[in-house]
C-alpha cells in the first residue's frame, strides 16, 4: 500500500521539527562539553561553564571547546580565579573552538555556531571576521547566568550588535521538547 503524500505544509513542519532536533542535538553538545571533567576539556570556571560547537554546511562537527585556561597556562593557580581576574585568564568557548578548526584546516564556509551563551563583544568580531552565517544559542540563555557581571553583559550586548551589523543570523532556540 503507498504511503500519502505529504501536502506543502505537512513538509515545511517536518523540514522544521527536522532542524529544530538538530538544533536542540548541537546545543545539547555544547552543554555537554562545557561541564566535561576540567581534564577533558572542560571548563574551569566555577560559575559560568560555557560551550561551542562550531558545525559545518553539511552538519558534521568541525571544532567544540568550553571556556577554559590555555593549553599550556597552570590552571591550578588560586590566584587567576579571583573576582576581576578570571577573564583575563580564562579564553572564550567560541574563541577556542575557532581556532581547532583553523589548525585543523576545516571548511567553515557557512558554518553555524552553537554557543550556551550568546558571544561577548570579542567573540562576536571573531565570528564575523571567520564568515559564520549562524550562531544559535538557548533561549533565554543569559537568565541562566544570574552571576555574570554588569562588563560581560554590555560586552554581550555590543557583541549581538556586532553580529547583527555583520550579517550573523542570532538564532534562539527553545531547548525544551513539548508534549
Given at each position: 500500500?503507498?504511503?500519502?503524500?505529504?501536502?506543502?505544509a505537512?513538509?515545511?513542519?517536518?523540514?522544521?521539527?527536522?532542524?529544530?532536533a538538530?538544533?536542540?542535538?548541537?546545543?545539547?553538545?555544547?552543554?555537554?562539553?562545557a561541564?566535561?571533567?576540567?581534564?577533558?576539556?572542560?571548563?574551569?570556571?566555577?560559575?559560568?561553564?560555557?560551550?561551542?560547537?562550531?558545525?559545518?554546511?553539511?552538519?558534521?562537527?568541525?571544532?567544540?571547546?568550553?571556556?577554559?585556561?590555555?593549553?599550556?597556562?597552570?590552571?591550578r593557580?588560586?590566584?587567576?580565579?579571583?573576582?576581576?581576574?578570571?577573564?583575563?585568564?580564562i579564553?572564550?568557548a567560541?574563541q577556542?573552538a575557532?581556532?581547532?578548526?583553523?589548525?585543523?584546516?576545516?571548511?567553515?564556509?557557512?558554518?553555524?555556531?552553537?554557543?550556551?551563551?550568546?558571544?561577548?563583544?570579542v567573540c562576536?568580531?571573531?565570528?564575523?571576521?571567520?564568515?559564520?552565517?549562524?550562531?544559535?544559542?538557548?533561549?533565554?540563555a543569559?537568565?541562566?547566568?544570574?552571576?555574570?557581571?554588569?562588563?560581560?553583559?554590555?560586552?554581550?550586548?555590543?557583541?549581538?550588535?556586532?553580529?547583527?551589523?555583520?550579517?550573523?543570523?542570532?538564532i534562539?532556540?527553545?531547548?525544551?521538547?513539548?508534549?
Open positions: 500500500m503507498p504511503k500519502p503524500k505529504k501536502s506543502p505537512q513538509k515545511n513542519r517536518t523540514r522544521h521539527d527536522d532542524t529544530l538538530q538544533h536542540r542535538h548541537w546545543l545539547a553538545r555544547a552543554e555537554a562539553v561541564n566535561q571533567p576540567v581534564s577533558h576539556g572542560g571548563s574551569p570556571h566555577p560559575s559560568v561553564k560555557v560551550g561551542a560547537v562550531l558545525v559545518d554546511k553539511k552538519g558534521r562537527e568541525i571544532a567544540s571547546s568550553a571556556n577554559r585556561f590555555a593549553h599550556g597556562v597552570d590552571r593557580r588560586k590566584e587567576r580565579y579571583k573576582d576581576g581576574t578570571k577573564s583575563l585568564w579564553n572564550c567560541e577556542l575557532i581556532m581547532k578548526a583553523l589548525r585543523a584546516r576545516a571548511d567553515v564556509n557557512d558554518a553555524r555556531l552553537y554557543v550556551t551563551m550568546e558571544p561577548c563583544t562576536a568580531g571573531l565570528i564575523a571576521e571567520l564568515g559564520v552565517k549562524q550562531v544559535c544559542v538557548p533561549v533565554g543569559l537568565r541562566r547566568y544570574a552571576r555574570l557581571k554588569a562588563k560581560w553583559k554590555d560586552s554581550i550586548e555590543i557583541g549581538m550588535t556586532k553580529l547583527a551589523e555583520a550579517g550573523v543570523q542570532l534562539s532556540i527553545d531547548t525544551k521538547t513539548r508534549r
